[in-house]
């Protein structure tokens, strides 16, 4: 069974920084693709960076140049680095695991979520 668990949301001032954290548990994630999405208060859920099995990364526009993502597969974590922090950038991030079971067959998994809170 897939399970994803989140941390490292926080109240932070603007232009604080925050690490989230996403441990995976029962599939790898270098072999999937893996994302963070977010979705604030009344808005529907974006999709904010995600990394390919090849390591490439995408970001969403308002955040590229201030978030980072990366994983590291020993540990089977997968990360979001966030400076530079906004008010917009206040919401509750889910991370996303994207698990190929072969023949073009893939399965998506959410994490519970962790609440990320910028204030001014």
């Known amino acids: 069974q897939v399970q994803l668990v989140e941390s490292g949301g926080d109240l932070v001032q603007v232009g604080g920084s925050l690490r989230l954290s996403c441990a995976v548990f029962g599939t790898s994630i270098g072999s999937n693709a893996m994302a963070w999405y977010r979705q604030a208060p009344g808005k529907e859920r974006e999709l904010t960076a995600e990394?390919?099995?090849?390591?490439?990364?995408n970001y969403l526009d308002s955040v590229k140049g201030r978030f980072t993502i990366s994983r590291d597969n020993g540990k089977n974590t997968v990360y979001l680095q966030m400076n530079s922090l906004k008010p917009d950038d206040t919401a509750a991030y889910y991370c996303?695991?994207?698990?190929?079971?072969?023949?073009?067959?893939?399965?998506?998994?959410w994490g519970q979520g962790t609440q990320v809170t910028v204030s001014s």
């Open positions: 996303h695991a994207e698990v190929e079971y072969g023949e073009g067959f893939s399965v998506g998994y």
């Open positions: 990394i390919t099995s090849g390591g490439m990364a």
